[in-house]
């Protein structure tokens, strides 16, 4: 047991375990790496990815938010130099603004720069169809034209399911808990 980070205190409790019916799982960390990735790049038309990828890594370089650093590590192992953000600015819940390289660059939810500019009903589809996988869509606009949406996730540990598998297998219902 304690080689698998499990301590029991009185052997009445080991015990117990055998009476178990419900396993509940914690999801970040637990069942998902906790560390978010960039799942999906979608720019707008006459956009290419290393654009969209390169204009929010540089605004996200400036952002404490946790969603941040799966922009910042996808654009570093795309490769490629970050310009720098200046001016730059945080609107709590909505989103970012900064100048890079002369334009005005804003990125966040579809609210925040749906009133930079118009959203493509082909866009927001898709970007909605992320987010029903459970999937954060961030949207990007540079100079108030759509650069695009990059979606991020709290990625799925690697032997999750089959530990989930496992545990249905033996009889136990398995219960996912998560602030999402």
């Known amino acids: 047991g304690a080689k698998n980070g499990i301590l029991f205190k009185t052997a009445a409790s080991l015990e117990e375990t055998g009476r178990t019916q419900i396993v509940v799982l914690d ?11 960039i799942t999906d790049l979608l720019p707008a038309d006459g956009v290419s990815e290393d654009e969209l990828l390169r204009f929010a890594a540089a605004l996200e370089s400036k952002s404490e938010h946790p969603l941040s650093r799966a922009i910042l590590n996808g654009f570093a192992s795309h490769g490629g130099e970050c310009p720098e953000a200046e001016n730059f600015a945080a609107v709590p819940g909505r989103g970012l603004t900064a ?16 009133e930079k500019t118009a959203l493509p009903e082909s866009i927001t589809q898709r970007a909605a169809a992320l987010a029903d996988k459970g999937k954060t869509p961030l ?10 949406v990059i979606a991020v996730a709290d990625v799925m540990k690697s032997d ?12 136990l219902r398995v219960v996912m808990l998560t602030g999402d």
Do not use: H, W
């Open 99 to 114: 100048k890079i390289e002369g334009y005005t660059v804003c990125g966040g939810n579809a609210d925040f720069i749906r």
């Open 27 to 37: 999801k970040t960390g637990t069942i998902t790496t906790g560390q978010p990735e």
């Open 139 to 148: 949207y990007f606009s540079r100079n108030n034209e759509l650069l695009g």
């Open 160 to 171: 999750a399911a089959e530990a989930i598998r496992e545990l249905k297998g033996m009889g």
